[in-house]
C-alpha cells in the first residue's frame, strides 16, 4: 500500500507563500492521480486541487484559482502545492491524496490514499 506523508506546512502572514510536499514511500504514483483537500476548523474537507498522473489536467477550486499551484515530479515520487498570497480563509489542515485511476479530480470519493496532514496557518 502506497504511504502519503506531508510536509511543509506551519504558520505564515496573510500575503505569504508555502509550499507543501506530498512525499510517497513504499510504490511509485507515478500512475496515480493526485489531489489536495483541507479541513478548517468545524467545516467539512473541501478539495483544492488535483492533477493527472502525467501531470496534465490540473484543476482547482474557485477559491485557490491563480493562488494555487499544484505539480509533481515523478521521479521524486512527490506532489507539491505551492500556495502564493495565502489568506487567513486558507488557515487549515491540508491533506493529499491518491487516487488509482491516474486522474485529477475533485470527488474526494475517487480517493483511496490519504496523508495524514500538515497544518496551514495563516494570520491575518
Known amino acids: 500500500q502506497v504511504q502519503l506523508v506531508e510536509s511543509g506546512g506551519g504558520l505564515v502572514q496573510a500575503g505569504g507563500s508555502l509550499r507543501l510536499s506530498c512525499a510517497a514511500s513504499?510504490?511509485?504514483?507515478?500512475?496515480?492521480?493526485s489531489g489536495w483537500f483541507r479541513q478548517a476548523p468545524g467545516k467539512e474537507r473541501e478539495f483544492v486541487a488535483a492533477?493527472?498522473?502525467?501531470?496534465?489536467?490540473?484543476n482547482y477550486a474557485d477559491s485557490v484559482k491563480g493562488r494555487f499551484t499544484i505539480s509533481r515530479d515523478n521521479a521524486k515520487n512527490t506532489v507539491y502545492l505551492q500556495m502564493n498570497s495565502l489568506l487567513p480563509a486558507d488557515t487549515a489542515v491540508y491533506y493529499c491524496?491518491?487516487?488509482?485511476w491516474g486522474q485529477g479530480v475533485a470527488g474526494q470519493e475517487s480517493y483511496d490514499i490519504w496523508g495524514q496532514g500538515t497544518q496551514v496557518t495563516v494570520s491575518s
Open positions: 491524496a491518491a487516487n488509482k
Open positions: 492533477i493527472r498522473w502525467n501531470g496534465g489536467s490540473a
Open positions: 513504499r510504490y511509485s504514483i507515478s500512475t496515480y492521480g
